[in-house]
Every structure is written in structure tokens, then in C-alpha cells.
């Protein structure tokens, strides 16, 4: 594992006075929402399905250190950053680069010092030293490498903060972390705290900037490789794929306005290929594990306890997949893909190939994507991404996006892609 280099957690509880927006009833909590045009309407949140605030006292220093933050904001960036526990912002995340405009929220550029400071002394109350490091080296590093190759396009000021349900009367409640190279969706419900779906990247993924040096994702492909190398022949035969193809299988939306595709009752059954656990041997399953392990312990330790626990009870329903591209033993320099699927982790890791202003500066393998997610199981109330709030979403306000899109006055004169067809008989 690689050392971690982090600065002490220092927590400031800010004790300013906060006005609540909405009613006692904690599925009826009344948020204002700024709206692009910089209009702002009221909105009455009607959210179904929440639960009262968690006795856990961890969760409950994570929700004082949220709501202290939310009291430091101004009124106008409370507003921005503000909306409904069911609104689909929780879906409109993607991988194009973050300027200043394409993300809802509120941005790091807009926060003064030691609010930036205190959002990520959030950041470190929900994930572990080794998963905040990697979301320290990608939106600090990473995109400050970048930010030398293009300023205006890639900008560690232009990552994005959204709040979702009320912190501070109700025990459901989230925030996203959305980016460029970084995703992340904190969910909290009852006792329950997930972050998926994790979406991390770097390009570089290792290199050095302002002195520190940074190799982002050595774990997850170090302990891959160790993996790879220990399945005999007929393990291998079983596991590698000849496709040409190796981008991730359930990653972003494509473009600024797309929702995630891959959102709520997305099939993943024909996805169960590959290697599966039960046909590996002792030594090989030992070695996934540990990869596997690797992306559910992002998540702080004592609820990826609770997260892996429902893995290993389906462990021999894991299925391993591997693309290499050169055709030759893969190496940490070299092109590959891999994938691993159970019924509650879904992993990916590819190396994307440099593009663009970096074509000629980044070698391809130096440009990753991974992506973390549940896939939809339906052996638990929870579901799989975004956990209890996938049921949530658009229960009580437009039931598809066109419907949002169509009726809110700050889509009106966008053009947006959307992911169904639609009929309408006069």
C-alpha cells in the first residue's frame, strides 16, 4: 500500500446561527434553489422514504461537520448548492472537463479558504486515508499538471459541490463531489453511508507537480497485475477476452446535461463471464481480494466493513475479466483493462490513452479511468447505486428528465441529449 501523506483533520464547528428552510416534517423540508438563469424558486420537497437522523457517532460527526459548513456558506451559495433529497442532480454527473459553468453546485473556486478546508475535512470523516489521498492527488495534482497545459479548460477550482436533503432535521440526506476526474456520491441514510458511484480518473496518473510526486491508481493496478500473474493457463484462457474494445462498460454520461446511463434498474446479468472465484485457485482468489478490496475501502473503514460483508456473502458469484492489449504479459507501463463484477461491487480499471492537448506528452498508459459501483440487486431494500435514494428520485416531481428539461425555465433554450425516445399521439 502506498504511504499516505495527509494533514491532520482539524474539524472548526462554526456556531452561527442557521434558519432552517421548510417545516419540522422531515419529508417536507422546503429548499430554495437558484436556477441558471439567476432566478430563484421555492420548492417544496415532499421527499418519501427518509428516516430519522442516525444515532451512530460517527455519522454524527460527520452530519455536524456538514451542517457547520453549510452555516459558513453565504445565503446565495446555500441556495446555489441546495436542493430536494429526490432531485435528479444526483445523476447529472460526467467526465468532461470541469470549467467553470458545465456542474450545478457550487464550486471550490467560489469557497474562501477555510471553507475549502473544511469541506475537505469532510471529505477525510468519509473516506479512508488511502481514498482520500487518491481524491487529493486527482484534484489537486492531477489537474494542477493540467491546469499548466490549459488553464481555462482544467482548473482544481472548477470541482463542484451539491447538497441533497437537509442534514439538520432529517437522517437522510447527501452531497456530491463532481469533476473532471473525480465523482464521488456521499449518501447517508439512517445508519447506512455509501459513495458510490465513485468515479476516479487521472491524466497523468502519475507524474510529479509542484515538487510532490503522485501515482494515483499504483494499488489498483500493482495488485492487478499480481493477480494476473498468478492464474495458471486455464485460468488465464478464462479470464482474458480478445476484444478490441476496452472502455469502461458502465462509466459517465457522455456530455454536460446526460444523465448517468447506467442509473437505477440498469441489467448487469450478462456481465456474469469471465473467471469466475469459485474456479480459481486458493492463491488467485486470495490476490482478487485483495484488488477488490482496494476500491471498497476508499469508503472510511467501519462502513466499508458493513459493504464488504455483503460481498464476501456472494463471493463465489464474482466474475473476473481482463483485456490486454499488446498481446504480451502486461507490465505497469503497458495498456490494459480489467473488470471485476458481484452482485453488490461492480469495479473497473482501464487505461483510456492520451487525447488531445496531451497526445504527444502523456504516455497512454498514464491515462486512467476506474469506476466504482452496486450494481442493482434486488436481494436488498437498499438497491444498488445511489443505495435507498435510486427509489427516491423523481417519486413526486417530473417523472423523466424530458418532463424536467421541458418544464424548467433554465432548459428552455438548451439543446439536450436524452437516453429514451419519446411518442406522443395527438
Known sequence: MKVQKLK???????FIVFVACGSDDTT?????DTTDDDTTSATECTTTGTVDQSTNTEIETMRAAVVSFRNSLSDDLLEEISVCLDDERFYLWHNTPANDDNR???????????QLMAFKDILQLFLSSQGYQKVYEITELSEGWLNNVMSDVWNPDFYSI?????????????FQLDGHHCVLNFLVHGDNVSIVPAFLGGEPAADT????DFDIFSDERDLALTLYNSFDSTE??????????????????????????????????????????????????ANLLLVMKEYVYNLTDNFADVWWADISANIDDTYFVWINDSGTTPTATSEFYYRIYNPYLWAEFNTEGSTGANASTIADYNHIHT????????TTDDGGDYGIFALMINQNGPKTLLEHYAHADHHKYTHKKFDYTLSITL
Open 162 to 174: 451539491d447538497m441533497f436533503g437537509d442534514p439538520e432535521t432529517s437522517g437522510s440526506w447527501g
Open 371 to 378: 469506476i466504482t459501483r452496486i450494481p442493482n440487486n434486488p
Open 209 to 212: 507537480w509542484n515538487g510532490e
Open 104 to 114: 450545478d453546485g457550487i464550486t471550490y473556486g467560489d469557497l474562501t479558504a477555510d
Open 28 to 32: 417536507n423540508d422546503e429548499i430554495v
Open 8 to 14: 491532520p483533520i482539524f474539524l472548526s464547528f462554526l
Open 236 to 285: 488465464l484462457a478464462a479470464a482474458s477476452t480478445t476484444s478490441t474494445t476496452h472502455s469502461l462498460e458502465v462509466g459517465p454520461a457522455d456530455m454536460n446535461g446526460d444523465p448517468d446511463p447506467y442509473r437505477g434498474t440498469y441489467d448487469y446479468s450478462g456481465f456474469a463471464i469471465g473467471l469466475k472465484y469459485s474456479e480459481m485457485s486458493t492463491a488467485a482468489q
